[in-house]
């Protein structure tokens, strides 16, 4: 059981990025690509290619290849996403990578202008938890797959969310996905001792998410408290939370598919 082992990335690793195009996503490739030996490879994933290309600028060095591929995740396909695991590895096979990293961090809100005792759109509903639940498990599974051989050098970190474990009126759709996703990690942790997995709680975070509450959430509250967090100055940077998941993640102390926040103790 590979349990509070210290992670070690100085070898080369292949490294992907899900929403890397921006935020939280855009600051954890930045941090994770200074960190990757060389001949490594990052597969960065979002729709926007200009910003993802943005980001690729970020991480590129002598020592890390990175590919920048747009696709929508919401609605790729199992076959979709495999060509594109596979096309970043053109060249090499699995066996030539020290680490083999995936970072679940894509996400979205969902509809914030309806209130919980109301919802009853079904086919919203999927569309949301086939980006923020479905499609994340169908990628997680096309990457497994290709590792599957080298199973031990598999770490994978899912950008999870206070909202997976404690409830936040007006956020009914955000809440209920996140807690399905960590809660499907913590599954596949259970089983696969293994793996090394982390379901890592970013905190409030200064990206565009929060500036989609402020405007969209009906629920007063939670608009308030959103509100007092950037006027307070109270939100953190990308830059400073990506440091600390880089730095929860190679300290692993975590335990499988543990939930560990910006705010716990060291
Ligand atoms: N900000 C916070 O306070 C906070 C707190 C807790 C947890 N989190 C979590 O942190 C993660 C990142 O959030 P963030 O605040 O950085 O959000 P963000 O700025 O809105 O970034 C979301 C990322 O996901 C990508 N994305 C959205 N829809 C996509 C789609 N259909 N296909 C492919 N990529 C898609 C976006 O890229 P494109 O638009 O280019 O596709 C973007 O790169 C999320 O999982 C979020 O739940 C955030």
Redesign the pocket.
């Given at each position: 059981m590979a349990t509070s082992c210290a992670i070690d990335l100085s070898g080369s690793s292949f490294c992907v990025v899900?929403?890397?195009?921006?935020?939280?996503?855009?600051?954890i490739a930045v941090e994770v690509a200074k960190l990757l030996g060389p001949k490594s490879v990052m597969l960065l994933?979002?729709?926007?290619?200009q910003?993802?290309a943005i980001t690729a600028s970020l991480c590129e060095s002598p020592n890390v290849k990175v590919i920048p591929t747009?696709?929508?995740?919401?609605?790729?396909t199992e076959a979709e996403m495999s060509v594109v695991l596979k096309q970043a590895l053109k060249g090499y096979s699995p066996e030539d990578f020290a680490n083999s990293l995936i970072f679940?961090?894509?996400?979205?809100?969902g509809n914030l202008a309806v209130e919980t005792f109301r919802m009853e759109n079904v086919e919203e509903l999927r569309q949301y938890y086939d980006?923020?639940v479905f499609?994340v498990i169908s990628l997680n599974t096309q990457f497994l797959k290709i590792f599957e051989d080298v199973e031990d050098r598999v770490i994978i970190v899912n950008?999870?969310?206070?909202?997976a474990i404690k409830p936040m009126g007006g956020m009914a759709y955000?809440c209920s996905g996140?807690a399905a996703r960590e809660m499907y990690f913590k599954v596949l942790a259970e089983e696969k001792k293994n793996i090394r997995v982390l379901n890592y709680?970013?905190?409030?975070?200064?990206?565009?998410?929060?500036d989609?509450i402020v405007s969209e959430a009906v629920n007063e509250n939670l608009k308030d408290v959103f509100n007092s967090f950037k006027n307070q100055g109270s939100?953190?940077k990308?830059e400073i939370?990506a440091k600390k998941c880089v730095k929860v993640l190679l300290a692993g102390k975590f335990g499988p598919g543990e939930h560990v926040d910006f705010f716990d103790d060291e």
């Open positions: 899900s929403g890397a195009s921006q935020g939280i996503g855009r600051a994933l979002a729709r926007n290619k910003e993802l747009s696709i929508d995740l919401g609605v790729a679940h961090n894509v996400g979205s809100l980006l923020n499609k950008i999870t969310s206070l909202c955000y996140k709680a970013p905190g409030p975070v200064e990206t565009a998410m929060i989609y939100l953190l990308p939370t």
